[in-house]
C-alpha cells in the first residue's frame, strides 16, 4: 500500500506495478468493448442490447451539453477505465509477489489519476477554444474581465488538482482501511468494508465523470 | 537531536488535527446535504429518483474533502 515497484527507463522512473495493472484494465475495456459490438444488427441480440444500454447511460448524462454526442467517447473511456481500475483492487492480485509493492488498483498511484486529470485539462480547453476563441478565458477590458481572467488561470490548476487527489486518495483510503480492518481481524471482518469499496470504485468513476461533463459544459456554453 | 525528535512528535498531533478538522468539516457539509435530500424528497417525493443521483454525486464531492484531510495526516506520518 502506497509503495511502488520502481524500476528506470533511461532516466525516466517507472512504476511498473501500476503499469501492469493499468494494461490489465485497459485490456478489459477493450476486450469487453470488442465482444460487446459484434455483429450489430437493427433487431439487438442480447449483448447489444447490454452496449445499447450503456452507451445510453452516457449520451443520457450529456444530454444538458451542446453537441453533447461529440463528447461520449472521452466520457466513456474514463468511466470504463476508472471503473474497472478501482474495482481491481479489491482482486486478490496482491497474492503474486513483487519485489516492492503490490499490484492493486492502478489509481492509487498519483500518476496515474494526474494523467487522466490533465487530458480531461486539455480536453476542455481545446473545446472552449475551438467554441469560443480567445473568449473561452479572456472576458473584455473590465474590471470583472480581468478578475474572472486570473479565477480562470487560477481554476486551469485546481481543477485537475481536485480531481486527480480525489479519485487518488479515495481508493489509497480504502486499501488503507480495509488493511487496517485486516490487521485487526483477518476472519470476516473485512469483507463489509470491501464491499462498501465496490461502491466507492462506482462512486469515484461517476463523480470523475460527472465533473468531466460540468467542465466540457462551462467550456462549450454561451456567456450569460 | 532533540530539536527534531521535538518536530516529530508535534507532526503526530498535526496529523490527528489534519484528519480531524476536516473529518469534521465533511460531516457538517454531508449532514446539510443529507437534510436539504430528505426535505425535498418529502416535499416532492417524485423528484426522489433526479435528487437521488445528485445527492449521491454531492455526498462524494463532500467526503472527499475529509479524505483530503487523511492525506495530509499520511503524508505526515510516513513522509517524516
Known sequence: ?224 | MEETKTISDLMYIGAGLAVGLAAMGAGIGLGIATKGFMEGAARQPELIDNLQSKFILGAALAEACGIYGLLVALILFFMR
Open chain 1, 1 to 224: 500500500m502506497g509503495e511502488h515497484w520502481v524500476g528506470f527507463i533511461g532516466s525516466l522512473h517507472v512504476h511498473w506495478d501500476t503499469l501492469i495493472t493499468m494494461w490489465i484494465a485497459m485490456a478489459f475495456v477493450i476486450i469487453l468493448s470488442f465482444v460487446l459490438t459484434r455483429n450489430l444488427n437493427i433487431k439487438p441480440d442480447k449483448t447489444q442490447t447490454i452496449a445499447e444500454s450503456i452507451l445510453r447511460f452516457f449520451t443520457g448524462s450529456l444530454a444538458g451539453v451542446k453537441n453533447g454526442e461529440k463528447h461520449v467517447p472521452l466520457i466513456a473511456s474514463l468511466f470504463l477505465f476508472i471503473l474497472f481500475a478501482n474495482l481491481m483492487g479489491q482482486l486478490p492480485l496482491k497474492l503474486i509477489r513483487l519485489q516492492q509493492g503490490e499490484l492493486a488498483s492502478p489509481t492509487n498511484d498519483i500518476n496515474m489519476t494526474a494523467a487522466m486529470a490533465v487530458i480531461v485539462l486539455f480536453y476542455y480547453l481545446y473545446h472552449g477554444f475551438k467554441e469560443k476563441g480567445i473568449h473561452a478565458i479572456w472576458h473584455g477590458f473590465s474590471v470583472s474581465g480581468i478578475i474572472m481572467f486570473f479565477v480562470e488561470l487560477l481554476e486551469m490548476i485546481t481543477r485537475p488538482l481536485s480531481l486527480a487527489i480525489r479519485l487518488f486518495a479515495n481508493i489509497l483510503a480504502g486499501e488503507i482501511l480495509v488493511m487496517v480492518m485486516v490487521s485487526i481481524c483477518a476472519i470476516a471482518l473485512p469483507i463489509p468494508f470491501m464491499l462498501f469499496e465496490i461502491f466507492v470504485a462506482f462512486l469515484q468513476a461517476f463523480v470523475f465523470m460527472m465533473l468531466t461533463i460540468a467542465y466540457v459544459s462551462s467550456a462549450v456554453s454561451e456567456e450569460q
